[in-house]
């Protein structure tokens, strides 16, 4: 190549290169970090960090899908329950109220009572008590799951799903399509549908090399969501797969927490569904959520779903833990499996330990994800240093959510404390306030802690210079990944 024609191309590229670092910056709803981080890699590795800003670098489903969600956002999204309060805060504590209206400003639900919640015993329990519910159905049963396996726990979904469906109930059933792609692609995912089961795939992936075209290739439906004659759901950390996950096996058993709801917060999840549905399927199920439960609960739990994605805003996910963070006065237990947080909500769990409250934090020993581990664990001595307690779960992957406040106030669901489920992922948490189901909640999170190693402000200052060079490097460039 001629020394002209080799100027040309570089000066192409450096203006190329340009555009795609203005664009970076210029992009709304994003953190001055990230864009900082993602103008680096460009700069740092030109060719490959263009490519990657391509496919990775903006929140984007696609233009079609956004606008079917929008579309059922203006009436699902704002959706009033039927409630025979009038002031739907009428029996939340004072003190509370901030944190519900907080979620009713993600969603549009406001938090309803008469409800019942019971926490399952583990996994194989909580698929035992789904199986029952498909097994009573009369009207309907809908389920989204993130990761659905064609294992033993996975079987007994689909044959519970195909009996149902026999029977002549009306069954829905919808799947990521790349943490379910083995399921998708098995013989079972035609059989279900044969047997009269209604199919949907999540955020189909077809050709990646097209997906810059058609939206971002790493954007996924993590929710998990089971919803049974409009009554009854389902809500926690569980997908659809044997505690063993034989597909990552040397991180088993997969420790869950799941609770079974009862009453009208049912019509919440309902609303998730139908809008991942109908973004989805060409059929209108806007009236269904409408049908009051037929069983509900004096006074029970008072919950709230928040729903969350790439379709909401940005900061909705990060602002509602923040708010549950600030709102503690007394305790703070929290369970997640990945901790790569903003700066606010790292800043928000320090503040809640200087200022007295007993801030707990329990993590796996072991993560399936070596990136999440090193970035995880570049945070702990500014945690430890503020009174923080970190505990590392040592008995296979704690993948459990929650977060309990004061002991008469917990939030569950599919969010982890990272940055994948505050922008990437759609996810769905329930906020409840019930004193006898918070402390539930808790007593299996001390169950976590009995069974954990407490980490040291020593251990940590003593790690070698190249494991903190290491850490630190990786939660770097955590806001690209």
Same mark, same amino acid.
């Given at each position: 190549?001629?020394?002209?024609?080799?100027?040309?191309?570089?000066?192409?590229? +450096?203006?190329?290169?340009?555009?795609?670092?203005?664009?970076?910056?210029?992009?709304?709803?994003?953190? @001055?970090?990230?864009?900082?981080?993602?103008?680096?890699?460009?700069?740092?590795?030109?060719?490959?960090?263009? +490519?990657?800003?391509?496919?990775?670098?903006?929140?984007?489903?696609?233009?079609?899908?956004?606008?079917?969600?929008k579309e059922t956002s203006s009436t699902i999204g704002r959706y009033t329950d039927t409630h025979p309060t009038p002031d739907p805060y009428e029996n939340t504590e004072a003190r509370h109220a901030p944190l519900f209206r907080t979620g009713q400003s993600i969603s549009g639900f406001r938090p309803v009572g008469g409800n019942s919640g019971e926490l399952t015993k583990d996994s194989v329990d909580a698929i035992d008590r789904m199986v029952? *519910?498909?097994?009573?159905?009369?009207?309907?049963?809908?389920?989204?799951?993130?990761?659905?396996?064609?294992?033993?726990?996975?079987?007994?979904?689909?044959?519970?799903?195909?009996?149902?469906a026999k029977r002549g109930v009306t069954v829905r059933a919808m799947a990521d399509d790349l943490g379910s792609r083995k399921l998708i692609g098995s013989e079972h995912w035609p059989a279900m549908e044969k047997a009269g089961v209604k199919l949907a795939r999540a955020l189909p992936i077809g050709n990646?090399?097209?997906?810059p075209i058609r939206g971002r290739v790493d954007l996924r439906n993590?929710?998990?969501?089971?919803? !049974?004659?409009?009554? !009854?759901?389902?809500?926690?950390? =569980?997908?659809?797969? *044997?505690?063993?996950?034989?597909?990552?096996?040397?991180?088993a058993p997969w420790v869950d927490l799941q609770v079974r709801f009862q009453g009208p917060i049912a019509r919440q999840n309902q609303w998730l569904f139908v809008q991942d549905w109908m973004a989805h399927v060409d059929e209108d199920l806007r009236d269904l959520p409408?049908?009051?439960?037929? =069983?509900?609960?004096?006074?029970?739990? +008072?919950?709230?779903?928040?729903?969350?994605? @790439?379709?909401?805003?940005?900061?909705?996910?990060?602002?509602?833990?923040?708010?549950?963070?600030?709102?503690?006065r007394d305790s703070l237990t929290i369970t997640t499996p990945y901790y790569v947080p903003t700066e606010a909500m790292q800043s928000s769990i320090c503040a809640a330990a200087y200022r007295g409250v007993r801030v707990r934090f329990v993590v796996p020993k072991r993560n399936?994800?070596? !990136?999440?581990?090193?970035?995880?664990?570049?945070?702990?001595?500014?945690?430890?240093?503020?009174?923080?307690?970190?505990?590392?779960?040592?008995?296979?992957?704690?993948?459990?959510?929650?977060?309990?406040?004061?002991?008469?106030?917990?939030? +569950?669901?599919?969010?982890?404390? *990272? $940055? $994948?489920?505050?922008?990437?992922?759609?996810?769905?948490?329930?906020?409840?306030?019930?004193?006898?189901?918070? =402390?539930?909640?808790?007593? $299996? =999170?001390?169950?976590? !802690?009995? *069974?954990?190693?407490?980490?040291?402000?020593?251990?940590?200052?003593?790690?070698s210079v190249w494991r903190r060079l290491w850490n630190n490097t990786i939660a770097m460039i955590g806001?690209?990944?």
């Open positions: 190549m001629s020394p002209f024609f080799s100027f040309v191309f570089l000066l192409l590229y +450096i203006l190329v290169a340009l555009a795609f670092m203005a664009r970076a910056l210029l992009r709304p709803h994003r953190e @001055p970090s990230s864009r900082m981080a993602w103008v680096l890699v460009m700069f740092t590795l030109p060719l490959f960090g263009i +490519i990657a800003y391509i496919f990775f670098g903006e929140t984007n489903i696609g233009r079609k899908r956004a606008a079917k969600y029952a *519910d498909m097994d009573a159905a009369t009207d309907h049963i809908h389920v989204l799951f993130y990761i659905w396996l064609e294992d033993v726990t996975g079987l007994r979904i689909v044959e519970a799903l195909k009996r149902a990646p090399l097209f997906h993590h929710r998990k969501i089971v919803v !049974i004659d409009n009554s !009854i759901t389902y809500c926690g950390s =569980q997908n659809c797969a *044997d505690a063993e996950f034989r597909v990552k096996p040397k991180y409408r049908i009051p439960p037929e =069983q509900s609960v004096a006074g029970g739990v +008072i919950a709230q779903v928040n729903g969350t994605g @790439p379709t909401v805003r940005a900061s909705a996910m990060p602002e509602m833990f923040e708010a549950l963070l600030h709102a503690a399936d994800s070596w !990136i999440v581990a090193a970035a995880s664990r570049s945070y702990y001595h500014d945690l430890l240093d503020a009174g923080v307690e970190i505990f590392e779960y040592p008995k296979g992957l704690l993948h459990t959510k929650s977060l309990v406040v004061d002991e008469d106030l917990a939030m +569950i669901g599919s969010a982890n404390l *990272d $940055r $994948r489920s505050f922008e990437l992922n759609y996810e769905n948490n329930i906020l409840f306030q019930h004193e006898a189901l918070a =402390q539930a909640v808790l007593a $299996r =999170q001390e169950e976590y !802690i009995a *069974d954990s190693h407490r980490v040291t402000i020593e251990e940590v200052e003593a790690w806001p690209v990944l």
